[in-house]
């Protein structure tokens, strides 16, 4: 058989009650304390803090350069009225006659071009230098730039050569320079040839001349 609790015991059966009467007094005991005691609370309290001090520095104004205005254009001369007066000019008549005679201009004057004589470049008797190659050698002249700088070899000058057996023009077809191409014309254009001949006639020949340069010597 089960043991069953004593009633005095039993404390589910009073807990209802007790929280009622527990509720009850609470609600009792809050509304008293604010009817009574309504200013009731804690006092206010004044913090104290330290006070920070600020050290206020004057700042100097600063002024704002005004830079100094461009200079002004200078003024266009303007050329003032001249007081001469000018003289009166006598315009002719521009009005055209139609049934004048007017002569015609005079023709160009033509001016007569001498053709260039042909030179051959080969013929049965080529020309050759009075006195031979050794006589164009001897009016040869070194140049103090070309001593200097040990220049050797040789020139070839092309030489037109005319009927008389005298030299037109000459020009370098391979030069050594340092002033000796020029030395080796001079000495070409001072020399006279035998005329070249063509089935016995003496003709106009272009002729290559060598002209050696050496220190050796």
């Known amino acids: 058989m089960a043991v069953l609790k004593k009633p005095e015991a ?8 007790v929280f009622e009467i527990c509720t009850i007094i609470a609600l009792v005991f809050m509304i008293v304390a604010f009817k009574y005691f309504p200013d009731v609370g804690a006092g206010k309290r004044i913090a104290q803090t330290s006070q ?5 520095e004057d700042v100097q104004q600063t002024k704002q350069e005004n830079r100094p205005p461009p200079p002004p254009k200078p003024p266009i001369p ?12 006598n315009i002719a008549s521009t ?10 201009p005079p023709p160009p ?46 020139i070839y000058v092309l030489a ?23 030395n080796a014309l001079k000495a070409v254009r001072a020399t006279r040839f035998k005329p070249g001949k063509q089935r016995g006639k003496p003709v106009n020949v272009q002729v290559s001349i060598p002209i050696v340069f050496s220190l050796r010597n």
């Open 10 to 17: 039993d404390q589910r059966r009073t807990y209802q009650r």
């Open 52 to 56: 920070e001090l600020f050290n206020v």
């Open 78 to 89: 303007i050329e003032a009225p001249s007081e001469d007066v000018l003289e009166d000019i």
């Open 95 to 104: 009005e055209l006659d139609v049934n004048a005679n007017i002569a015609p």
């Open 109 to 154: 004057i033509k001016k007569k071009v001498e053709a260039e004589p042909q030179y051959f470049v080969a013929v049965e008797e080529m020309p050759t230098p009075i006195g031979g190659l050794i006589g164009i050698q001897k009016r040869i002249k070194y140049t103090q730039i070309a001593i200097r700088a040990g220049i050797e070899g040789k």
């Open 160 to 182: 037109f050569v005319n009927k008389k057996g005298i030299v037109t023009k000459a020009r370098i077809i391979k030069g050594l320079g340092a002033g000796l191409d020029e």
